[in-house]
């Protein structure tokens, strides 16, 4: 084994789709019918299950052809829409354009901060590997966003079948990254990203977010508290602001913590 490579995270790391699921249910509402009186926060207690995230432990296989993963993402949608107390005709009809529309580049945005995060990496003589629990067009939104200068590879869990914090995507990941000698990953997710990589043997660096952030703290008793996952603290050695601070840390080889 020789070289070195980091896996980032793609979403709240490298780019972000603002008010993601709920936020897009509701532009699609927007378009569709207009008046409608629904907000994201109406919408985010039916969003926290049905996706293929929340059933990290579950390899998914069967859903790693794009339509068959929309299809089962579009079941769950329709179950948000109507516990929202839209008619099923209606939720169906609307939700036909809801994958364009989620995916419309013109609604996600790289931090400022990311292309220059992936080109300090990649100018210290580090592979990019983006590895993510997300749709199956994530290499197109990547190159959308002009992040794919210095990106080597892109593991989407839509495709792969499996979800961090799963230990076969990290072990993907780590082969789409030459099999390293040196590998880090960088995410905002403490349990997918951080305690996933670092079970995996891989170090992470936390960023963009604080360890005791609440929303944080809720998603990971709803999504983690259970099994091995309960002591996901342990993992969290490093943090950073933001991901360019992250790749100061690794290229420089200072990391606190270690
Ligand atoms: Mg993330």
Redesign the pocket.
């Known amino acids: 084994m020789s070289g070195r490579a980091v896996l980032w995270?793609?979403?709240?790391?490298l780019g972000t789709r603002p008010g993601h699921w709920s936020g897009c249910l509701v532009e699609l509402l927007d378009i569709r019918q207009p008046g409608h009186g629904l907000t994201p926060d109406d919408l985010m207690p039916f969003l926290r299950s049905g996706f293929p995230w929340h059933e990290h432990d579950r390899p998914h296989p069967e859903l790693s052809e794009p339509d068959a993963w929309w299809r089962y993402v579009g079941q769950t949608l329709l179950s948000v829409l109507t516990s929202a107390k839209i008619s099923a005709d209606q939720a169906a009809a609307d939700l036909a354009h809801f994958r364009d529309l989620y995916l419309d580049i013109t609604r996600w945005s790289a931090f400022p901060d990311s292309a220059a995060a992936l080109a300090q990496t990649a100018a210290a003589g580090w592979r990019n590997v983006i590895v993510?629990?997300h749709a199956p067009e994530l290499t197109d939104l990547v190159r959308g966003l002009g992040l794919d200068a210095h990106v080597d590879a892109v593991i989407t869990s839509a495709r792969c079948g499996y979800e961090k914090p799963h230990p076969a995507i990290f072990d993907l990941a780590r082969r789409a990254a030459g099999d390293p000698e040196t590998l880090w990953m960088v995410?905002?997710?403490p349990v997918?990203?951080i305690a996933g990589a670092g079970k995996a043997g891989i170090p992470g660096i936390l960023v963009r977010t604080a360890i005791d952030n609440p929303v944080f703290l809720a998603m990971i008793e709803r999504n983690f508290a259970h099994g091995d996952w309960r002591d996901w603290r342990a993992y969290c050695a490093a943090t950073a602001p933001t991901a360019q601070d992250a790749a100061r840390l690794i290229v420089s080889g200072t990391v606190p913590g270690r």
Do not use: C, K, R
């Not at 995270?9 to 790391?13: H, V």
């Open positions: 995270d793609f979403d709240g790391t993510s629990n995410g905002d997710n997918a990203d």
